[in-house]
Structure formats: structure tokens, C-alpha cells
């Protein structure tokens, strides 16, 4: 087969060279299987590098004796669920949650964008360390039947060793991924919990796998799509609607290419890491506060571990093409009875996007699952109320701040989160007022072509919200995209000022001064949590 230079690359396919630092992982232990799964090697060689013909007999037995313990170790790893470790903010403090119900929010018909519903069962640990408008991280390990099928594809054993070069390539150290198993790891552990083997495959991927095809045709195939020249053939592959059957990118390719047999040592330096995908807590239901008064109690007297039962919390997640987060939740829409639901979870360690305690009035901003954080927060003062109410003789010092809400979706029967929820809230006194806009609900009309967003509600309400913008005791709370957030809301909080200031100074220079210096108090008052 021949190697094409990177000017042929260019030319033929429209591929630009690029250097690429890969990580140098050691194969401490190699094995070859056959369909059957038997070793046709014949027997196990170690590579190291560095190493020398003319070992003393002695320091080899003793290296034999030192990869059994760290086979034997491997062999006997566990996820931290199963030997009860874990209850932090941090990945190597993982603790495990189970999913107790998962549902799509939107019409099967919606394969554009679709939104689950999804609650888990949550240690009071991890309670301890929330509060409204937190997010946690979960990480999703790779299918065991997917990993199975990999290495089967691949003729590797899933016990061959693979040791991590410490203070070189990704993240450096001997602990490159957020979970990572024992040190040095076998490529079963290895692709189950630090890799991710199910998205859609890089540019640089496609090039090695290229590298190791035995079919011109295949070659030319993959060459095609990592170029610009397959731009829209790697689209309509890699970029359709979330199946909950998904196999993963990298079988996928292997299947599509069946001559291709890249070792697995290469797949390693290029393969992305396993990374936490964070959500932002919706509902924290079915916790009182006096059991967590309780269990706080009993913890200052040593009688609680914290590791109680705590509380059901709900999230909301958007579902992406190839993601396993995405194909995991979509079977368990499907109930499917083979799926695990068990999770692993940590607390994101981050508290910058919570109500400060002396504010008097919040101006909430959501857009599309940007409305979970803040439906959390609401129906946390709708508890403390709740719970004021009827404890009218216990001193509660929790302060109820007026709370402004602007919420935007697409349509009311389609993505309205929580559209039972708001109602209660605002007969209840909790919502000073609410609005909410619908961006296609006017597709239907022909005559109609403009769409409403949050800003035009902010500005149709500008003055009322001005005043409210000019008290420093005002704090803005937006969360969602940050193509909307930080372009829309800016847009419609700017308004509302130039309105507030309008008819104020002598002259436009003296305005527009004016503006800004309210513009950059309003800044320092504004809170966003945003993703891309």
C-alpha cells in the first residue's frame, strides 16, 4: 500500500498536514486471538522499552512475578459503587447513583431535538454538597458487550497490558483520564472506563486507521472522508439522529473497512479520553428539610456515616448523535432490562452559579434545557415556604427574593419544561411574574415570519425591569447556550437600560457614558452558566 505524502494528501483529498503530539503507550503484555478467542501466538512477549537481549535471568522472573500482581490487581478492580467508595467533588471521589426513571419530554416525531427527563436516587453525601442551580458530572462507561465486540475485532485479548508513560503525552503523570483503573491496565479496563470508543471518529483517526488498511479502495474510502472533498459523505454518516442501537464510531469504521487491522497500541494514542458530561440539577424532590436537619444531627454526633439514602433528583439532557451518555438514556427510555442504570457521579465542585443570600429581587433567564437550573432554584424557595408555613413557631432565616422569570423553547407541546410547575409557583407568591416564549410557534402562519425570543420580553417589560436593574440588590441568573445567552440576553438586558437612561444627560456623548458605567454595574450582578 502506498504512503501518500502529505502534498498528495492535500491534493487528493483535501486533507491539510498537521502534527499531531500522540501518546507513546508501552505494551507491557500482547496476545492475538482467532475467531475462537485462542491465543495463536503461541506464547506471551513482553515489550519494554530500552530493554536489553543480554537480562540477567534473575531481574526477568522478577519482572514475571511483577506483572502477575499487577494482572491479579486488574483482575480484582472494581467500579467504586461496588466496594462503596466515593462521595466527593472530585472524579477519583466518584460515587454511584442509580437511575429510577428516564422519559422523553419530547414527541417521538422530534428527532432533531430531543430532551430526556431522567431522576436518580442520590446518597445524602452528595446532597450535602448541593444546592439550587448546581450541576453534577456523570461518567458513562463504555458498554462491556461493545468493548467485547472491539476487541474481538481488533484479535486483542482484553487482558493485555498497557502501561502509561509517566509525566509524558495527555495530561501526563500515571493518571491521564478522569477514571482511571489501576496502574499499568488491561485493554478491557482501559476501554471500558478511560476512552471513549463511541464518537464519531476524528480526522486523525481516520488517517491512522487509512494507515493500516489492506484494500486500495477501502484507503481511498477513508482518505475521502477525513478530507474536505468528503465533507458531506462524513455529515450524513456521522451526523444523524441519536439511535439507542448506536455500536460506537470506532466499530463502526472497523465494520465499514474490513481490511483494516490498526494494533491496538496505536488506537490508544489517538482515541479521546472518557470525559463527565455535566447537568445541571432540575428538581431536588422527596428530601424534607427536617430529615436533612436530622441527618446533620446525627453526623456532628458521630451516629451518621453521611451515607444515607437522601433524595430523588431529577435532570434534563439533550441527546447527542454517538454519545453514551445519549444512547444510555434512550434505552432506558426504552426500559430496557439489559441496561445497566447505574451511574458514575460527582459533584462539579463549582458554586458560582447560586443566588447570592442578600439578594432582594432575581431576574432569571432560561433558554431550552438552560430552564432546569432555574426551575431547581424556584421550587427550592416554594419548599422553604412551604416548610416556613407550616413551622410558623421555628425560626427560619431563609429570605424569598422577587423573582422575575423569562423562559424560551420552541413550542408549548414540545419542549415547555415544567409547564405543570410554573403555575403552582406563581399562584403560590413564589413567581413575581413569568413569561415564557415560544421561537416556532408561529411557523404555522405564513403571514407571520418573526419569531419571539426572551429579549424581545425583556424589552417589551423594560419598564419595569429598569428600576430593577439599577438596584444593586438585583442579580441576574441566565443559563443555556452561550450563542444565546451571552448575544440575546445581553441584548435585552442593554435595552433595558438604554431605556432606564434615556432622557438623562446633556448630550449623547454623556448618555452613552452614562450607559456604560450602568451597563458594567449590571455585569458585576449577572451570573451565567452557559456550554457550547
Not at 491512522?208 to 455529515?235: F, W
Request: aromatic content about 6%; glycine content about 8%.
Amino acid at each position: 500500500l502506498t504512503v501518500l505524502k502529505p502534498g498528495e494528501l492535500k491534493a487528493r483529498y483535501g486533507i491539510l498536514p498537521r502534527l499531531q503530539a500522540v501518546v507513546a503507550w508501552e505494551e507491557i503484555e500482547t496476545g492475538v486471538v482467532d475467531d475462537n478467542n485462542n491465543d495463536v501466538e503461541g506464547e506471551k512477549v513482553k515489550v519494554k522499552e530500552g530493554e536489553k537481549e543480554g537480562e540477567k535471568e534473575g531481574e526477568k522472573e522478577g519482572e514475571k512475578e511483577g506483572e502477575k500482581e499487577v494482572k491479579e490487581a486488574c483482575e480484582g478492580w472494581r467500579p467504586p459503587w461496588e466496594d462503596g467508595r466515593g462521595s466527593g467533588s472530585h472524579p477519583s471521589q466518584s460515587t454511584a447513583v442509580t437511575v429510577t426513571a428516564a422519559a422523553l419530554v419530547t414527541p417521538a416525531s422530534c428527532l432533531d431535538r430531543q430532551l430526556v427527563r431522567w431522576s436518580v436516587q442520590a446518597p445524602a453525601s452528595l446532597m450535602a454538597l448541593t444546592a439550587p442551580g448546581d450541576a453534577w458530572q456523570f461518567i458513562c462507561p463504555n458498554p462491556s458487550e461493545l468493548v467485547a465486540r472491539l476487541c474481538h475485532r481488533l484479535q486483542v485479548r482484553g487482558t493485555t497490558l498497557f502501561r502509561y508513560p509517566s509525566g509524558g503525552g495527555r495530561g501526563g503523570g500515571d493518571a491521564p483520564y478522569a477514571t482511571f483503573p489501576p496502574h499499568p491496565v488491561s485493554a478491557t479496563l482501559l476501554l471500558t472506563w478511560s476512552l471513549d470508543i463511541m464518537a464519531p471518529p476524528t480526522k486523525l483517526l481516520l488517517r491512522l486507521l487509512a494507515q493500516h488498511m489492506h484494500d486500495p479502495s477501502e484507503q481511498h474510502d477513508c482518505l475521502t472522508l477525513c478530507g474536505s472533498k468528503g465533507r458531506e459523505s462524513y455529515r450524513a454518516l456521522w451526523e444523524q439522529a441519536p439511535s439507542e442501537n448506536s455500536e460506537g464510531g470506532l466499530l463502526t469504521c472497523l465494520h465499514r473497512w474490513p481490511s483494516c487491522q490498526p494494533p491496538l497500541k496505536a488506537l490508544l494514542a489517538v482515541l479521546h479520553p472518557l470525559v463527565a458530561r455535566s447537568f445541571s440539577v432540575a428538581s431536588m424532590r422527596g428530601r424534607s428539610k427536617e430529615a436533612q436537619e436530622e441527618e446533620e444531627e446525627e453526623e456532628d454526633k458521630g451516629l451518621n456515616s453521611g451515607s444515607g439514602e437522601g433524595a430523588a433528583v431529577s435532570f434534563v439532557a439533550r441527546i447527542y448523535s454517538q454519545g453514551i451518555a445519549s444512547t444510555r438514556l434512550l434505552q432506558l427510555c426504552n426500559n430496557a432490562s439489559s441496561i445497566p442504570r447505574q451511574l458514575l457521579c460527582f459533584h462539579n465542585g463549582h458554586d458560582s452559579f447560586r443566588v447570592p443570600s442578600t439578594a432582594k429581587c432575581v431576574i432569571l433567564v432560561g433558554v431550552g434545557t438552560g430552564i432546569a437550573p432555574l426551575h431547581s432554584m424556584v421550587e427550592g424557595y416554594f419548599q422553604a415556604a412551604k416548610h416556613k408555613n407550616e413551622n410558623e413557631n421555628r425560626h427560619d432565616s431563609t429570605v424569598i427574593p422577587a423573582l422575575h422569570c423569562y423562559v424560551g423553547c420552541r413550542r408549548e407541546e414540545e419542549d415547555f419544561l415544567f409547564k405543570d410547575d410554573w403555575p403552582i409557583y406563581q399562584a403560590a407568591g413564589i413567581l413575581t411574574s413569568f413569561r415564557v416564549a415560544f421561537s416556532r410557534k408561529e411557523e404555522k402562519k405564513k403571514e407571520t415570519k418573526t419569531k419571539t425570543y426572551v429579549q424581545h420580553l425583556m424589552m417589551e417589560d423594560a419598564e419595569v425591569l429598569s428600576p430593577l436593574l439599577m438596584d444593586k440588590d438585583t442579580w441576574i441568573m441566565a443559563c443555556g447556550s452561550a450563542a444565546h445567552v451571552l448575544s440575546s440576553v445581553t441584548e435585552g438586558l442593554q435595552h433595558v437600560l438604554k431605556v432606564g437612561s434615556s432622557g438623562n444627560g446633556d448630550s449623547d456623548s454623556d448618555a452613552a457614558a452614562e450607559l456604560a458605567v450602568a451597563w458594567k454595574d449590571v455585569q458585576s450582578r449577572f451570573k451565567m452558566d452557559v456550554w457550547r
